[in-house]
């Protein structure tokens, strides 16, 4: 408290009468400060008895200077509030929307304040290991992400799980098997992408919110993948030491840009075009609703991927032998594992040729190999796309593992 022996005039006066600043009487405190010049002075008059301690103890954690003028009247000034925000630090710019306003490189005192929000200097330090724009963003992120919330759908609502079919037993067989592959595979798809998340500074909102979203997706699918394997009251089929070994690969890339590229890039490209297969050639309304759903959403998943990776190609220029170390390296680590689960490339040659003939089964055989071409050629498409020569392009696309993610 000041010494009441100098007389300050004051610019404005509030009468709280009986309301105590554990009320709300602040909120007319604050509002009369606003309305008068920085360092200008407002009387403050109430008949609360413990108004005096309580404005203090307000004051003080405001960085608002108070001088008691009275017993029951106080004066109270703004001046010292830009003693307490003199350091503080903007995150960006103060207009989030404003071109630039996502900064190169976020504070780690920053913490997880809002994009544009004036931070406070006494604050605490948040870690968070993906703080660099050049390593993390992508131009397209705003729009895939408003894409992808606008796409969302709703397993209940989108898929007819009651429409009437009857497979034989073998071709329902094949169904779960194809399903229980799917589902192993969304599952890796949904936590490699979680491992990244909580690493990124939340200024880069649109990364983080896209790559929030992409792991919805993913638990949808694993959810209409698991009900369509029982839905005829079959139970999970094989899993396969060799495509555990192939998952587990992209849970072993430690830097987030090579493992979108082993995961979105090569792994959910090439997704695409089995759930577009498997939409095409179901043997039931059911299955094809599902593959069709899933395949819209994992093609977002790609593009954004791609332009992630087109983003750090251009600011990074050593990331390009990095992404072909990591094919390579995944290459040499699987060549002793069987590659693709046998009984799911039969399960897909049934499904594709539809009937139990000599005909039918060599058809279905050259439509999977087609699908496996169409699979080569995307990545080669892809990999072009980000920088590679069509000759490195089509070497990596061979050498992406046979497991398909």
Known sequence: ????????????????????????????????????????????????????????????????????????????????????????QRCGLSDPRAPGAVSEHASPTWGVAARGALVEASGPEFQFPLSEKSTLWAEDAARLYAQAVASQWDPNAAIDWDQPFDLPGEVEDAVAQLMTYLVENENAALLVPARFLAQMHPHFREVQQMLAVTIADEARHVEVFTRRLGL??????????????????????????????????????????????????????VTAQICRLAAKDEARHVAFGMSHLQWHLHHDR???????????????????????????????????????????????????????????????????????????????AQKHTRNFM
């Open 1 to 88: 408290m000041g010494s009441p022996a100098t007389v300050i005039e004051a610019a404005a006066t509030v009468e709280l009468g009986r309301l105590g600043l554990d009320s709300g009487a602040h909120l007319l405190i604050l509002r009369a400060l606003r309305q008068v010049p920085e360092g200008a002075a407002v009387a403050v008059r109430g008949t609360r008895p413990d108004l005096a301690v309580d404005l203090a103890g307000w004051c003080r954690a405001k960085g608002i200077s108070l001088i008691e003028q009275t017993g029951a009247s106080f004066l109270v000034s703004r001046g010292f509030q830009r003693q307490r925000w003199a350091h503080a």
């Open 232 to 285: 005829r009251g079959r139970s999970p089929a094989l899993s396969t030491a060799g495509g555990q070994a192939s998952l587990k690969t992209l849970f072993d890339a430690a830097e987030f840009s090579v493992a979108s590229f082993l995961l979105s890039v090569l792994g959910e490209g090439s997704f695409v075009n089995l759930l577009n297969f498997l939409h095409v050639h179901a043997p039931d309304p």
């Open 318 to 396: 050593d990331l390009a032998l990095r992404l072909r170390r990591a094919i390579e390296r995944r290459h040499d680590e699987l060549a002793a594992t069987d590659g693709l689960n046998e009984e799911v490339f039969d399960a897909l040659v049934l499904i594709a040729a539809g009937a139990f003939t000599v005909d039918a089964i060599e058809q279905g055989y050259r439509r999977v190999r087609q699908l496996e071409q169409e699979m080569a050629d995307g990545r080669r498409a892809r990999l072009m796309k980000l920088g590679f020569s069509a000759a490195d392009a089509s070497d990596l």
